[in-house]
Antibody, heavy 119, light 109 residues
Framework: QVQLVQSGAEVKKPGSSVKVSCRAS????????LSWVRQAPGQGLEWMGR????????NYAQKFQGRVTISADKSTSTVYMELSSLRSEDSAMYYC????????????WGQGTLLTVSS | ELVLTQSPGTLSLSPGERATLSCRAS???????LAWYQQKPGQAPSLLIY???NRATGIPDRFSGSGSGTDFTLTISRLEPEDFAVYYC??????????FGQGTKLEIK
């Protein structure tokens, strides 16, 4: 049974950074795509970026290039998403999601981490 | 840039009725790399349909997906109370990117 367990809710000041973690269990970690998807309150889903731990090279959505860093720790089966220069519009639920075997879709999701950016 | 447009924005139906949700791509979706997700309030999304027409594990057969090219449809043949949720389509874009539609809210009439 694949499980993705994310770190807890965060409250940050504008201009600061946040680092969210997602620990995977119950399945192979290294060869699957791990993505981050965010959802602003009452809004849709927005893909931010992904990493394949065994390769270690992330891909980012253009919108977040330069502001997001996705990394993976194979020893603990954990993927991280760091978002910098936070602004109020970054307040959202952040999900990690594991890709399907063909790397085309998102077969398993974490429970979400709520980020609030407020002065 | 590929854009997925879902319609309608909100669909109001009663249990037992048939639901038809649309997802239109701004350009042809290669090899039907399209998925549908269901999201219930307070929960993460879950995969329903992949490859345009394949049900994910454990998904009831009242859910079906169809379409190709730029036009895709999610059909729920007979709505159950637990089916009222928000539905998103998603496509894998080239160069390791992904995009979602804006969602269709299926609400009880």
């Amino acid at each position: 049974q694949v499980q993705l367990v994310q770190s807890g809710a965060e409250v940050k000041k504008p201009g600061s950074s946040v680092k969210v973690s997602c620990r995977a269990s119950g399945g192979t970690f290294n060869t699957y795509v791990l993505s981050w998807v965010r959802q602003a309150p009452g809004q849709g889903l927005e893909w931010m970026g992904r990493i394949i731990p065994i390769l270690g090279i992330p891909n980012y959505a253009q919108k977040f290039q330069g502001r997001v860093t996705i990394s993976a720790d194979k020893s603990t089966s954990t993927v991280y998403m760091e978002l910098s220069s936070l602004r109020s519009e970054d307040s959202a639920m952040y999900y990690c999601a594991r890709g399907t075997e063909d790397r085309l879709y998102f077969g398993h999701w974490g429970q979400g981490t709520l980020l609030t950016v407020s002065s | 840039e590929l854009v997925l447009t879902q319609s309608p924005g909100t669909l109001s139906l009663s249990p037992g009725e048939r639901a038809t949700l649309s997802c239109r791509a701004s350009q042809s979706v290669g090899s039907n790399y399209l998925a549908w997700y269901q999201q219930k309030p307070g929960q993460a999304p879950s995969l329903l349909i992949y490859g345009a027409s394949n049900r994910a594990t454990g998904i009831p057969d009242r859910f079906s997906g169809s379409g190709s090219g730029t036009d895709f449809t999610l059909t729920i043949s007979r709505l159950e109370p637990e089916d009222f949720a928000v539905y998103y389509c998603q496509q894998y874009v080239s160069s390791s990117m992904y995009t979602f539609g804006q969602g269709t809210k299926l609400e009880i009439k």
